[in-house]
């Protein structure tokens, strides 16, 4: 059975500083390529144990950069007080090392940037922030030309209506014909208004026709759907063409239908 060994036979704790260097450690900024630099100072002891490490000055160190980066690479070197304030905070009470027999007592940074990595740092952040604003203007006038394309495709003339609102004095002939072609190549390409090119060819179709071959054509199509067991939409169809005629100055060549009272309907 193994016993456990007498502390009273381990080797005595050391303790040390954590002294400054004439070479300061580099410490990240949130910008890539962009460093702060360190002073580091601060006390280190071992811990009792067994095995003393072979350099805890070197452990105490590592935590403590280790510590200190983990933080920095929040900042933006423009605001290195603030990183070092962060950073010192964190090393200011003991901590014991997990991986060696050695606890930080204390540790402190001073942080420091070089002037041309801040002039370069402040020129990269505006053209970060100009480079957001302008995707962000693009994504808004895309998402206006989109808005504005359902809207033409389902209200062509939204457009004509848009520009005698902000635009009255230059309506002429010209504009209107340019924007009545804008809506008329906005709706031919729009999925969803397949039925409005159909409608285009039908009214192609009808309106060099007499006013019999109308009225003819439309108690053919009326009949059709009276066929598919729709007569509601038959009497529409028979209705709304009655008031397309009227409206145009035609009389329809068919019969009036008698009321109940025995008169006639126009």
Known sequence: MRRNRDRTGWPA???????DTDNPYALPS?????HFHAHLTGR???TPAARHHQDPRAAATHHALETARAVSGLYPLTEHQAAQAHINSRLGTSHDLVDAPVRLLWARVQLTVESSDVEAVV?????????ALTEQTNRQRQYQAEELHRALS???TLALAYW???QPQAADQNTIEALSQLTREITTYAPHTAWVQVAHLLQTFVQDLDTPARTNLVESLAQIFTRYDQPQLADHLRSIATQVQSANGHLSSRPPRRGMAGEAKP
Do not use: F
Not at 123 to 131: G, S
């Open 13 to 19: 704790p050391r303790a040390g500083q954590l002294t």
């Open 30 to 34: 949130d910008a890539s390529g962009y």
């Open 154 to 156: 389902t209200t062509p």
């Open 164 to 166: 005698l609102i902000h």
């Open 44 to 46: 280190w002891e071992e």
């Open 123 to 131: 020129c990269l952040q505006r053209r970060m922030h100009d480079n």
